[in-house]
């Protein structure tokens, strides 16, 4: 079967969730598929969450024998220390951007977008606090900047291909031809990129780029 809306259901509901009951999975598969084949829908997306080092697992509750499917990473590496380095309420933020980029049709979200998500957040996190935090992820090759916006017309152009431009043409939008800020790729440029998941860097130790998403 494809992998369609169904299966993205699916994934986004266990990742907010954090660990789903397979009875609530059942209602869920047979709701949204018309089936019960609960093993075939969980190959399916863990087929498109291998290259991101994540899967899909299904386990028993030590306490009450239930089951129930969780959303893990599948490999050691330098995600763990995080834990230590940073709040709680940037981690739920960095997870939710993680969500949100697995689960868009073109794999990358707005960095407008990303700091709208604080507002969902159990714990109180700024918006400022959030920019500062997602731009170290940026640093940290965790997530990546794909395109500046143009304040003009809000065209998003790939930060190569602009930087190519104001060679040649000056600093302007290649779109309306508009004067953009300097690109010093500090801080203060960040509200105004795109980001999506670093498919390398995911490859190396599970990165993400482009706050629209930011792993590309």
Same mark, same amino acid.
């Given at each position: 079967m494809v992998y369609g809306k169904e299966h993205k259901i699916i994934l986004q509901t266990v990742m907010n969730e954090g660990a789903l009951l397979e009875n609530r999975v059942n209602e869920l598969i047979m709701k949204l598929f018309d089936h019960n084949n609960t093993t075939k829908i969980l190959r399916e997306i863990n087929a498109k969450l291998q290259p991101l080092y994540m899967t899909i697992k299904c386990i028993n509750c030590e306490v009450t024998g239930q089951l129930y499917w969780i959303f893990v990473n599948t490999v050691e590496d330098k995600t763990t220390s995080l834990q230590s380095e940073f709040s709680q309420a940037e981690l /739920?933020?960095?997870?939710?951007?993680?969500?949100? *980029? !697995?689960?868009?049709?073109?794999?990358? *979200? /707005?960095?407008?977008?990303?700091?709208?998500? +604080?507002?969902?957040?159990?714990?109180?996190?700024?918006?400022?606090?959030?920019? %500062?935090?997602?731009?170290? =992820?940026?640093?940290?090759?965790?997530?990546?900047?794909?395109?500046?916006? #143009?304040?003009? +017309?809000?065209?998003?152009?790939?930060?190569?291909?602009?930087?190519? +431009?104001?060679?040649?043409?000056?600093?302007? #939008?290649?779109? #309306?031809?508009?004067?953009?800020? %300097?690109? $010093?790729?500090? &801080? $203060?440029?960040?509200?105004?990129?795109? =980001?999506? !998941?670093? *498919?390398?860097?995911?490859? &190396?130790? !599970?990165? =993400?780029? %482009?706050?629209?998403?930011?792993?590309?």
């Open positions: /739920s933020l960095l997870r939710s951007v993680f969500s949100e *980029i !697995v689960t868009s049709n073109s794999h990358c *979200i /707005s960095s407008t977008f990303c700091l709208n998500l +604080c507002s969902s957040l159990n714990q109180k996190l700024t918006k400022t606090s959030a920019e %500062e935090f997602l731009h170290e =992820m940026v640093i940290r090759k965790w997530l990546c900047s794909k395109g500046q916006k #143009c304040n003009n +017309c809000n065209a998003v152009t790939h930060i190569h291909c602009l930087e190519n +431009c104001t060679r040649t043409d000056g600093l302007g #939008c290649p779109s #309306c031809h508009q004067p953009m800020p %300097e690109l $010093s790729h500090n &801080q $203060s440029d960040y509200a105004n990129c795109t =980001m999506d !998941v670093d *498919i390398e860097n995911v490859l &190396q130790e !599970v990165e =993400m780029t %482009e706050f629209s998403q930011v792993k590309g």
